[in-house]
């Protein structure tokens, strides 16, 4: 009787439930047609463009719309490049402190700057605080006409560290043991559970790339404050410095608060002049390289993004709230849609990954090297950073650009496991495997490779290692032998890579846009737009492959929100999403990287 009634209890919560997340996805939709439809396309006729560094900045635009992140740095350089011809457009604000962004990135942001500055506009900071957290948004304040500092505050930079963790002693004492190959020396991504403190080889190449970066911006930040590199590596050693004393040292120009430096700003622009944030800028005025919101339309010059770990299948495009990563079957497809389509000429390869699985990166190659092949040429704009497998398939590119910061390089392979069959023992875990075939238990994290098993592991290191150094030979063009003296594992910046002949020139997505305009036959002078591979998804795709529903149940939900006029409850929607996920039978795997 109970039994039936709690059933019965059950179907009919079942039902209203059923019925609200209908009206949650009606209402989603709703604000989406609302979001969507007939946006002010008008500029105020004196506008002070605002950008906010607070939250973390992303190299490139996902192609999911609903994917949860911050601004991102071919959009922040697409505004200003489009703000600099702009004549509504007298100057920029920009908010700084707590963020987070690398230093490729700021380097990137400057430059655009610079040349927004030399049409003359202004740019005016802001910031509560910079944070003793790195150098980086000093660095990208330090490129702006006036900085404003709140009062009884500090400026906290106090120059670029790295901490690594090792786990030697802690395996020890736990009996664990990792059994880990690497080629060679300076492939250090395996060295915190291999030893209790920096190799030679790692400090070396730790310390050198900490350097190039800080020498990278404290030359810039004393040139712009009007100051000695050595005058101003004195104040960062003596710092952090409270906000009066930043002033009287002429690190700042004012203090006062976010108010008074948002009225500045006005005041410079104009009677009348209106803040209008970058992303609304771009909707209003036009994205200067992209025909619509889902970079289609027709175009010589491909733009293919890749940003996160490189694994095998497909891409995670960070939609609600997810991460990013490069798939293999997905960029390989982009290339060869790319490859597929006439008018395209030249494909522009955005990377910014630390690399991943080498079976995955050794397929996007192979799909740049068939684009090549078909007569496509392929410029790679390296972001923050394309290491390891990010450099992999970057290696086969007619142009490689990278900024002089950007960490890249790492020209090498590692593999093995962790043994904790003794950690399982003193846990009084018992643990017992069966098998059949004599290498079934090669990957058991039960026991340790057999000396054959490690035999065939470090044949397999050797081949992946030759195989990529005498790819990386053949694609620029070097002695086997000069690429074997840089490679090794060693990570190197951007500007020690182009001494090294790793990378061709030093720059950023919009110098790697003109080298591609110049290959297409473009005229420098003359705009370009770029057709997206894959294009970003429209937010009935989006909704589709999230929910597992067909666009057509969308849009028809869709057309229902536009007549039921709901508001948007994008929390409920995600909400929905993970619950979703949850229900069923869970068959996954994490997958092996070789980094």
Known sequence: MWSWFLARLAGIFNFFASIIIFLVIVALISGLIGAFAGPDRSVPKLAVLELDFRTNVVDSRSENPFADEGPSVINIVAALAKAENDDRVKGALLRIGG????????????????????????????????????????????????????????????????????????????????EIGQRYEYKNAGAPYLADDYTPAHREATQRLLKSIFDNATTAIAADRKMSTEEYVALVNSGPHLTQAALDAKLIDKQGYDDEAKEAALSKAGKDAKLIKYSDYLEKAGHPWFKDEMGGGTSSIALITGEGGIQDGKSEDGGFGGSRSIGGDTVAKAFRDATEDKNIKVILFRVNSPGGSALASDQILQAVRKAQKAGKKVVVSMGNV?????????????????????????????????????????????????????NALINSDVQGFTPEQRAKL????????????????????????????????????????????????????RQALDEAKKLAGVAEKDSVTLKRFPRVKTPAEAISEAFGTSTSVVRTLALMAEILDTPAVRDALLQLRDESRAQGAQLKAQPQKVE
């Open 99 to 178: 963020g987070s962004i690398a230093g490729a990135h700021v380097e990137e942001i400057r430059d655009a700057i610079r040349s927004f500055k030399a049409k003359k506009k202004f740019v005016v900071v802001f910031a509560q605080a910079f944070y003793s957290n790195g150098i980086g948004e000093y660095w990208l304040a330090s490129s702006a006409d006036e900085i404003w500092l709140q009062p009884v505050s500090e400026l906290g930079t106090a120059g670029i560290a790295s901490q690594t963790m090792f786990f030697k002693n802690l395996l020890d004492k736990i009996e664990a043991k990792a």
């Open 386 to 438: 394309a290491a390891s497998g990010g450099y992999y398939v970057s290696l086969s590119a007619d142009k490689i650009y990278a900024s002089p910061s950007t960490i890249t390089g790492s020209i090498g392979v590692l593999s093995g496991k962790l043994v904790l069959g003794k950690t399982y023992e003193l846990l009084g875990i018992n643990v017992r495997e069966l098998h059949e075939g004599t």
């Open 458 to 509: 470090d044949a397999s290191l050797d081949a992946i290692y030759n195989d990529f150094t005498a790819k990386v030979a053949e694609g620029r063009k070097m002695a086997l032998e000069k690429i074997r003296d840089v490679a090794k594992g060693r990570v190197w910046t951007g500007a020690d890579a182009k001494e090294r002949g790793l990378v061709d020139e030093l720059g950023g997505f």
